[in-house]
């Protein structure tokens, strides 16, 4: 394929999407790979560019709430209250699946995952197709998420026709994944949007799916979001340095920070202990640190609390050893 074109041009990127090619685009949480829903050939080129196992499902996003009922066949009125509090955003909705969304889309599930983005570019590019389209991260499968378009250009060049630069992605973590069962929201991915902003716009019952390390569900395979870079991930990063002195090591620091001479690049999260800042923050800093030939990665565990939860899940994964 001929070189990949990085641009802020809507309308190119439209005329690609409808030639059934598939782009990176921006959305708030990271970037995706996105192919129309209808064209078998993007699909498939979706899992085969990004080596996904045919058996994880994709992702739908819609330009407005009105579209959910083209692709599902049933939305609980819990769902509507979701989309109404929290689209656009990074909440993906797990709904009974319309029959005229591909069974490649869903892996041949009965449910279907819908998803309004919240990024100006990427309404404005599902605007202009009036159409959904399918989108994983746009991330080899297992790799650190795009958070930039040169992180897309990186993993893809030569792979794609096209990525549509929408800047760095402001929220910067997956969005959280809901499903519906009866009166209780089932949350399947941790990520920006949290249970207690789920709960303070319904009356139901959040329950969190866990899975255990043998159990791989989509959504929540052990290893993900990794490094090529061992990453090791404690409350107490200062007795990890101490542990592994002698090696090449690279912080990433949140709150807490200390210098020794084993630490050969250090990146703060946010300057303003704000989690939120942290996680628009994490995976541009993972990238950088992942180029610098180190030995290993440390990160320090976040608070257990709001976007703390989703941080600290994102980065068990990516230091999960086999
Ligand atoms: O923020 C996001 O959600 C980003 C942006 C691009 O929208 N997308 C994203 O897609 O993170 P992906 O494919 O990397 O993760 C989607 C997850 C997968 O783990 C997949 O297994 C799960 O959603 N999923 C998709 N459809 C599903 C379904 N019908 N049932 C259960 N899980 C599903
Ligand atoms: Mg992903």
């Known amino acids: 394929m001929r070189k990949t074109t990085v641009t802020t041009d809507i309308s190119e990127a439209a005329t690609q999407l ?85 069974d490649a889309i869903t892996a041949g599930r009965e449910t279907v995952a819908v998803r309004m983005p919240a990024h100006p570019a990427a309404l404005a590019l599902l605007s202009a197709i009036g159409q959904p389209v399918a989108a994983p991260s746009a991330n080899p499968f297992g790799c650190i998420s795009p958070s930039q378009a040169q992180h897309v250009l990186k993993y893809f060049d030569g792979k794609i026709p096209l990525i549509l630069d929408g800047g760095p992605c402001q929220v910067g973590i997956e969005s959280t994944i809901v499903g519906f069962d009866g009166p209780n929201i089932i949350i399947y991915r941790h990520g920006s949007v949290t249970a207690a902003q789920i709960a303070a ?20 395979f052990p290893r993900h979001y990794a490094p090529v870079t061992p990453l090791l991930f404690s409350n107490n990063i200062q007795e990890l340095a101490q542990l592994h002195s002698g090696k090449k ?57 709001g976007i703390g939860i989703a941080l600290n899940d994102k980065l068990k994964r990516a230091s999960y050893q086999q």
């Open 249 to 305: 090591i690279g912080l990433l620091h949140y709150g807490e920070h200390f210098s020794s001479n084993d630490i050969v690049a250090s990146y703060s999260l946010s300057s303003s202990d704000s989690m939120e800042e942290a996680a628009a923050n994490l995976y541009s800093a993972l990238h950088k640190l992942d180029n610098y030939g180190l030995d290993l990665i440390l990160v320090k565990e976040f608070p257990m609390e």
């Open 18 to 102: 409808l030639e059934g090619g598939i782009i990176g685009f921006p959305t708030e949480t990271v970037y995706g790979l996105a192919g129309i829903i209808d064209s078998e050939t993007a699909i498939s080129t979706i899992f085969r560019v990004k080596g996904r196992p045919s058996d994880n499902p994709l992702i739908v996003h819609i330009a407005h709430p009105s579209q959910l009922d083209d692709v599902a066949a049933e939305v609980p009125e819990l769902a509507w209250q979701l989309s109404s509090a929290l689209w656009p955003g990074p909440l993906t909705m797990l709904l009974k699946k319309r029959s005229s969304i591909p």
């Open 201 to 220: 716009v319904t009356d139901a019952r959040c329950i969190y799916k866990q899975s255990g390390p043998k159990v791989v569900a989509p959504g929540m």
